[in-house]
């Protein structure tokens, strides 16, 4: 296993929209094993392929206390959501730092493979359904910050840049 490079925010690669997963084989299967480790590590409770520069539909969560819960959708598709939304304060390990409402449906309905190439139905409530909303956006290139004000979202820019000029120094 080995930990992957993420790709910060503004990185243009962040805006690609990901291809689904042909075949579940041996390299998606490590790649798997890498997001989890990197997800982990991070201290992060959902990651996208699309954040390590990996533009295939491939997402792994773990909302649970202990980090020992971890699921895996591979080519997820939400199939119902409620008319209810909710603003939720949102971070995203591709924007350090950064913390900011975004309005979510409340309840979710996903369909996805899992890693052994079955199909499964996740219904989604709570910290679940926002860690696949926003997760499932990183893979159609979308951002959380796309939500904020075009005012906030060049703030954030700015900040990020700064940071990663700093980093690099
Ligand atoms: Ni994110």
Known sequence: MALLPILCYPDPKLHTVAKPVAEIDARVKNLIADMLETMHEAKGIGLAATQVNVHERLIVIDVSEQHDSPIVLINP?????????????????????????????DLVKVEALDEHGKQRLIEADGLLSVCIQHEMDHLLGKMFVEYLSPLKRNRIKTKMLKAQREAKS
């Open 77 to 105: 598709k939400i199939i119902w959501s409620s008319p209810e939304t909710h603003l939720n304060e949102e971070g995203c390990l591709s924007v350090p730092g950064i913390y900011d409402g975004v309005e979510r449906f």
